[in-house]
């Protein structure tokens, strides 16, 4: 069965203190693998594509990496403002749509 | 910037009642698509819409669902007889292609009573 497994579940920081977030996925015939913010309350908001194995993408305190089993998003020097919840998404699977993860929480702490 | 907009923001209904969500998706991106995230869950497919008919569907989309794009710019999603298990937050996307990104809305939030 297609599958998107994140974790940690929820994470606290300080700000400045950098970490990964882990997204696995067991998905036959990967096509995508997306990353999203989603603030509470609110509609995924998108960050990240990333297509092949070895693709890596930044954007500002953000960067996503991606091999054949696993994406990670490495936050470096978060700031309060970064605290979300972080979505991973397949896509590609049986049914050729977003498979999402079930999100890390991250809160930033000054 | 181009955004998903989604009307309404909240919607109360009675179980037995019969819903209409309206999206409205990015100007010029072709595919369009319908999630629910029940609370504290994973965001899950509905379905998927493109060239006026659905492209692919989950099995959530039972017979109770229907999607329509009544017009140039409207897509909307209707729940024919509510359910209390109905009760989620539901998000209209859009993408220029399949394998693009899906841009989300800000979704409504169905509470069946």
């Known amino acids: 069965e297609d599958q998107v497994t994140q974790s940690p579940e929820a994470l606290r920081l300080q700000e400045g203190e950098s970490s990964s977030l882990n997204c696995s996925y067991t998905?036959?015939?990967?096509?995508?693998l997306f990353w999203y913010r989603q603030d509470p309350g609110k509609g995924p908001e998108f960050l990240f594509t990333l297509y092949s194995a070895g693709e890596e993408k930044e954007k500002e305190r953000l960067k996503a990496t991606l091999t054949k089993k696993e994406s990670f998003l490495h936050i470096t020097a978060p700031k309060p403002e970064d605290s979300a919840t972080y979505l991973c998404a397949a896509y590609g699977g049986s049914q050729g749509n977003l498979i999402f993860g079930k999100g890390t929480k991250l809160s930033v702490k000054p | 910037e181009p955004e998903v907009t989604q009307t309404p923001s909240h919607q109360v209904t009675q179980m037995g009642q019969e819903v209409i969500l309206r999206c409205v998706p990015i100007?010029?991106?072709?595919?369009f698509y319908w999630y629910r995230q029940i609370l504290g869950q994973k965001v899950e497919f509905l379905v998927s819409f493109y060239n006026n008919e659905i492209s692919e569907k989950s099995e959530i989309f039972d017979d109770q669902f229907s999607v329509e794009r009544p017009d140039g710019s409207n897509f909307t999603l209707k729940i024919r007889s509510t359910k209390l298990e109905d009760s989620a937050m539901y998000f209209c996307?859009?993408?220029?292609?399949?394998?693009?990104?899906?841009?989300f809305g800000p979704g409504t939030r169905l509470t069946v009573l």
């Open positions: 996307a859009s993408s220029w292609d399949r394998g693009n990104e899906q841009f």
């Open positions: 100007s010029n991106h072709l595919y």
């Open positions: 998905v036959s015939g990967l096509r995508g």
